[in-house]
C-alpha cells in the first residue's frame, strides 16, 4: 500500500515498531508508517495541521455502515458464505472481512 498524498511505500505501525532502529532509517527513504486514511506519518500530520484530514477518505468503514449494507443487500434464502462473497464487493471488502464482521456481530448480539 503506498500513501494516497506522497506515493511512500506504507508499512502498518506494529511491524514497522517492531524493525530495529537501524533497519527503519534505512528505510526512511521511499519507506513510512501508516498512520491512518492511507496517509504516511508526515502527510497526517500536515493534513491535521491545516485541517484537512477530513478530505482524505476513511479506510475503516464503521460496524454501522457495513452492519445495515449487510442487513439491506442479504438474501435470506442465501446462506451467510454466498452473501458475503456477492455483498464483500459493493462494500469494497474482502469475503474474509465480511464473515468475520458478521460473525462478531451476531456472538455481540447473542451475548
Not at 501508516?34 to 485541517?51: E, I, K, N, T
Not at 478530505?55 to 442479504?74: G, I, N
Not at 459493493?90 to 447473542?110: C, I, S, Y
Amino acid at each position: 500500500m503506498n500513501c494516497n498524498n506522497c506515493g511512500r511505500v506504507l508499512h502498518e505501525r506494529s511491524r514497522w515498531r517492531m524493525l530495529p532502529k537501524a533497519d527503519r532509517v534505512a528505510l526512511r527513504h521511499g519507506h513510512a508508517m501508516h498512520m491512518g486514511r492511507g496517509l504516511c506519518h508526515g502527510c497526517y500530520s500536515r493534513a491535521q495541521r491545516d485541517g484537512s484530514v477530513i478530505d482524505h477518505e476513511a479506510t475503516v468503514k464503521p460496524w454501522a455502515y457495513v452492519l445495515d449494507e449487510w442487513k439491506r443487500l442479504a438474501d435470506p434464502e442465501a446462506s451467510r458464505v454466498e452473501n458475503a462473497r456477492r455483498i464483500a464487493p459493493h462494500l469494497g471488502m474482502t469475503v474474509a472481512a465480511l464473515e468475520r464482521a458478521v460473525t462478531r456481530h451476531r456472538e455481540d448480539v447473542a451475548a
